[in-house]
């Protein structure tokens, strides 16, 4: 089996002003079965770091706290 990482980096910019409550989801590196749960708080011009395994998803919402 081989495991492939892909990195990605992407900017915030399109969210309005203030704090928002990103709530992440994504494939577990260690389990192709089980997901990983993020939440955090993120304002515009912040980034993410999306690590994805190969064939593996991520979804990511953000709301007002």
Request: glycine share 10%; hydrophobic share 40%; no cysteine.
């Amino acid at each position: 089996i081989s495991l492939v990482i892909a990195n990605a980096i992407g900017t915030l910019a399109f969210l309005g002003p203030g704090e928002y409550r990103a709530t992440l989801v994504r494939d577990s590196a260690e389990s192709p079965a089980a997901v990983q749960l993020e939440s955090k708080t993120v304002r515009r011009g912040d980034s993410l770091t999306i690590n994805l395994r190969n064939g593996g998803g991520f979804v990511a919402r953000f709301t007002r706290p």
